[in-house]
């Protein structure tokens, strides 16, 4: 179980193994006896690959063939599975950690271009005002269809306070948009607390980073010390949480269960694939760091809890959201999360290279896959912006399968799915969209303030639906929906 830990497992959203290339291919076969080694089709690789060193119209290096060939055979896969060079690799621990350089956006390659999946609060993207859903066409005067993500990423990095013009297509715009955004330290906070009011908390994670259990445990603490006691109800805000380190989703599961409670189990082909992973030490915390949880106070794994997650929700965060929900320890509100239920493994090479690699399907501890579904809400309440803005793995090409749905590739399944989403789309509701960034757990979040009613008992309301070319003009007060009995 340790050893996948060690080897730097990764649930979150994002950005292929060697294949040695030998004129002796009698004696590699020999060596590598399971898997065997597709002979006959390595001896094309290797034709390939001379034919272009000697008739390509223009020199290109080993290194670069090597690495473009490693980088179609994993994106081929799926949407997350991607070869990454050493700088690329040091980026991604660098990531993990907290502090990067670049715009804050959680990216994927859909159709060719760079697709927003998430951009990270507080970061340039975020401030600019990038959204979810947004497809990046150009960066400052280059195209991006012909380039990979690796690419594309490593053009949007750079030194601070450089800047870098985004095109981008939004659905709904007519024209191209561009944004300038001036790169930065990325400095990512990935947990925040709010005292709101005597008896009730609230707690923003946006990211499942190396240290994000540690920095949980202070915060609940820190915030019983203020309200002199036990609360009576918690905020727990998974939005726009693009996901992160898999026994980080476990540490801040098991804040809120009971000690041994199931949190999630994988399933995939090795066996260092196949998990089930608890509210335990021994399941969260990395060799030598000890039991950070030993000291958050009892009264949280009792605490009434709200956990809020929108379509930018995915991976680590559906993990907490899912783990909560079937153990019936929180309600879940909000709308419908990304859907990304596959675990990543990092697999470094011996260059300075790795290759980030799909080895599992995770599952909550009822047996649900997520994967290009999501967690439905308990309460569902909107945030106010366009629902044909929002984005779910299964937009994705090349996304994997739910392994729930056997029938769902069947002709009579696809036609039903594309007959409803044509309805969808006749009747997609128009929602008045907040100007700017809403600060989160402010009177001007609304899927927050029902939060709190739900904590409090009061009437859920719905935002009211508004024509989009009367936004701005129109006023009407929100719809009382009957709240939903509060999960304990």
């Known amino acids: 179980m340790r050893s996948t830990f060690e080897k730097f497992s990764l649930i979150g959203s994002g950005v292929l193994v060697g294949v040695l290339i030998s004129v002796n291919f009698s004696v590699l076969a020999e060596m590598i006896s399971s898997p065997q080694l597709p002979i006959d089709d390595l001896r094309v690789f290797a034709e390939v690959f001379s034919k272009v060193k000697t008739d390509y119209v223009e020199p290109v290096e080993d290194k670069k063939l090597i690495n473009e060939a490693l980088t179609g055979m994993l994106s081929g896969l799926d949407p997350h599975s991607t070869f990454m060079d050493a700088d690329a690799y040091k980026d991604l621990q660098a990531g993990t950690q907290g502090e990067f350089g670049g715009l804050g956006i959680e990216v994927a390659m859909e159709e060719g271009l760079v697709k927003v999946v998430s951009p990270i609060e507080d970061s340039p993207a975020y401030k600019a005002g990038l959204k979810s859903g947004d497809l990046i066409s150009k960066l400052d005067d280059t195209q991006v269809r012909g380039l990979t993500l690796n690419d594309a990423v490593k053009k949007m990095r750079g030194k601070p306070d450089t800047p870098i013009v985004l095109t981008v297509l939004r659905k709904g715009e007519t024209k191209p948009l561009t944004f300038t955004l001036v790169r ?17 908390g609230y707690v923003r994670i946006t990211q499942f980073q190396e240290h994000t259990g540690e920095d949980l445990a202070k915060a609940l603490t820190a915030l019983q010390v203020q309200n002199k006691g036990p609360f009576k109800g918690l905020v727990l805000d998974l939005r726009n949480n693009p996901g992160g380190l898999l026994d980080s989703a476990v540490g801040v599961s098991a804040a809120f269960l009971p000690k041994n409670d199931l949190v999630v189990y994988t399933e995939g082909r090795v066996a260092d694939s196949k998990m089930r992973l608890n509210a335990n ?12 949880l030993k000291n958050v106070p009892e009264s949280y794994k009792k605490t009434p809890i709200v956990v809020l997650i929108n379509s930018g929700s995915a991976s680590a965060s559906e993990i907490v959201a899912g783990a909560l929900q079937d153990h019936k320890r929180a309600t879940i ?11 990543q493994t990092i697999l470094p090479m011996n260059n300075g290279s790795a290759i980030k690699l799909t080895t599992a399907r995770y599952f909550t501890p009822n047996g649900r896959s997520i994967q290009a579904k999501g967690i439905v809400p308990d309460i569902a309440v909107d945030d106010g912006s366009d629902p044909a803005f929002a984005m779910h793995e299964a937009d994705l090409a090349k996304h994997l399968s739910n392994p729930k749905d056997a029938d769902a590739n069947t002709p009579a399944v696809k036609d039903a799915a594309k007959e409803a989403a044509a309805k969808a789309k006749l009747n997609e509701k128009k929602f008045a969209e907040p100007q700017g960034p809403i600060e989160p757990a402010s009177k001007d979040d609304f899927q927050f303030m029902q939060a709190m009613n739900v904590l409090k008992g009061l009437p859920v309301q719905k935002l009211p639906e508004v024509k989009a070319a009367d936004a701005k003009a129109t006023e009407t007060k929100p719809s009382v929906v009957k709240p939903a009995e509060i999960k304990k």
Do not use: C, H, W
């Open 184 to 200: 930065a330290i990325i400095k990512t906070q990935s947990v925040k607390n709010k005292y709101i009011e005597k008896d009730y």
């Open 281 to 292: 030490p021994m399941d969260y915390a990395r060799r030598g760091k000890g039991d950070y």
């Open 333 to 343: 509100l909000g709308i419908q999360s990304f859907g990304k239920g596959s675990v």
